[in-house]
């Protein structure tokens, strides 16, 4: 999951939180800015989520 570091909506602690609806991995990355934080700073997010669609698994 990705979070802005400034975004006053969903505060890190927030985020995690989401671990508690899950059996998966529920890990938290923030990144520079407020709640529309992928406008900060486009390709950082982007390559974020490629990496993680890279390792991820069908099935």
Do not use: I
């Not at 400034?6 to 938290?28: I, K, M, N, P, Y």
């Not at 900060?40 to 099935?59: I, M, N």
């Amino acid at each position: 999951m990705f979070t802005g570091t400034e975004d006053t909506h969903v505060t890190r602690e927030g985020a995690e939180g989401w671990a508690a609806f899950t059996s998966g991995l529920c890990d938290v990355e923030s990144f520079p800015g407020g709640h529309f934080f992928v406008n900060s700073d486009r390709e950082a997010v982007a390559s974020a989520l490629a990496a993680r669609l890279d390792g991820a698994t069908v099935g």
